[in-house]
């Protein structure tokens, strides 16, 4: 990956995380190192904080998604199939 490429994908990736509200930060954090820990021999060590940081994005949107009710139908849909 050339710097260019790495540095536009580090834009993209702080983008989508200047949204992370801070009652989501810890969990997305933690969850993100969860998720990570398992990638993280099989990429390179100079995107670790990259991959990181979007996978925070990423968690910390659904715990909004969840909060805000965007996802209430799926989730009564799965709970059903549960039970």
């Known amino acids: 990956m050339s710097d260019d490429q790495r540095n536009a994908l580090r834009d993209l990736v702080s983008h989508l995380g200047a949204g992370i509200r801070d009652p989501h930060y810890r969990p997305a954090y933690d969850a993100a190192a969860n ?45 059903e199939v549960l039970e």
């Open 35 to 79: 998720i990570c820990s398992g990638v993280y021999e099989m990429i390179p060590v100079d995107v670790h904080d990259l991959v990181h940081e979007a996978v925070m994005a990423g968690y910390a949107a659904a715990l909004s998604d969840l909060e805000e009710g965007k996802l209430d139908d799926q989730v009564r849909e799965r709970s």
